[in-house]
């Protein structure tokens, strides 16, 4: 992690729910970096966060955790965007596109004005396009906003396969490719690498024990 005179090792984090706040905890576990900056559109929330991953501070590394605005950005390395909005009932994946799309319409030029220098990184679905108009909404160069992309999909993938061979899911270099979505897959071609064939005739043949029998194509 880059550091900068304003604030060394400092992170920030837009949406305090069920994954920023997760995140928010690994970094504090992990102890990478020495401040964290949380913000969320329920300021209330992100307030309770706080507290309690401060509570916590005795039994890690020192590091300061706040509720911020977005010029307590200034100075961060990166700031991860976990900040989306749930989807309602009946409401389809287009709608909440749009709906995710505005509040990042809303985010990045406040983070951009504040903290001009820092990589963002994007979590809120659907990653693949939030990412890009993140990037087109900063006007920054590409190797400074970055999508989560299939990471995710790629460490199920490992864990499915470290479980399957019992081996250990780090000594997997699988990946899942595409868009973090319907449409990404695993790419498994016999013959290319050494192994894949084995790989992919042990997953049909597990496939075909899982549908009772007959043949299923992965
Ligand atoms: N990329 C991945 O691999 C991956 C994995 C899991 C979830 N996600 C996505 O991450 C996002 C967050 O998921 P979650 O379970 O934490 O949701 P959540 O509902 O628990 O939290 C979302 C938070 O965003 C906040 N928020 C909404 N609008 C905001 C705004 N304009 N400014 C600041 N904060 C705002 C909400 O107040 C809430 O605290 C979703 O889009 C979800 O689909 C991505």
């Known amino acids: 992690m880059t550091s900068t005179a304003e604030g060394r090792n400092k992170l920030g984090l837009v949406g305090t729910g069920m994954v920023g706040t997760s995140f928010a905890y690994a970094v504090m576990q992990r102890g990478i970096a020495n401040e964290l900056v949380l913000i969320d559109a329920n300021r209330a929330r992100a307030e309770a966060e706080v507290m309690d991953l401060n509570h916590g ?3 890690v590394r020192p590091m300061r955790i706040s509720v911020g605005d977005y010029a307590d950005l200034a100075g961060a390395a990166v700031t991860v965007i976990t900040a ?6 009946g409401e389809t994946r287009l709608q909440l596109l749009e709906r ?11 983070i951009v ?35 989560s992309g299939t990471i995710l999909d790629t460490a199920r993938f490992r864990y499915l396969l470290g479980e399957h061979y019992n081996v250990d899911p780090r000594s997997i270099h699988a990946y899942i490719v595409g ?17 894949c064939a084995a790989l992919r005739l042990s997953l049909r043949r597990r496939s075909r024990v899982r549908s009772g029998g007959a043949a299923a194509d992965l």
């Open 57 to 59: 501070l005795p039994f």
């Open 84 to 89: 989306g909005a749930a989807q309602r009932p």
């Open 100 to 110: 995710n799309a505005a509040i990042m319409r809303e985010i990045i030029p406040a």
């Open 113 to 147: 004005r504040h903290n001009p220098d820092g990589i963002t990184l994007i979590a809120t679905n659907p990653v693949d396009i939030m990412t890009y108009i993140a990037l087109q909404e900063s006007g920054l160069p590409p190797e400074r906003v970055i999508g």
């Open 179 to 195: 868009e973090h979505g319907d449409s990404e897959l695993a790419p498994v071609e016999p013959g290319e690498h050494r192994g």
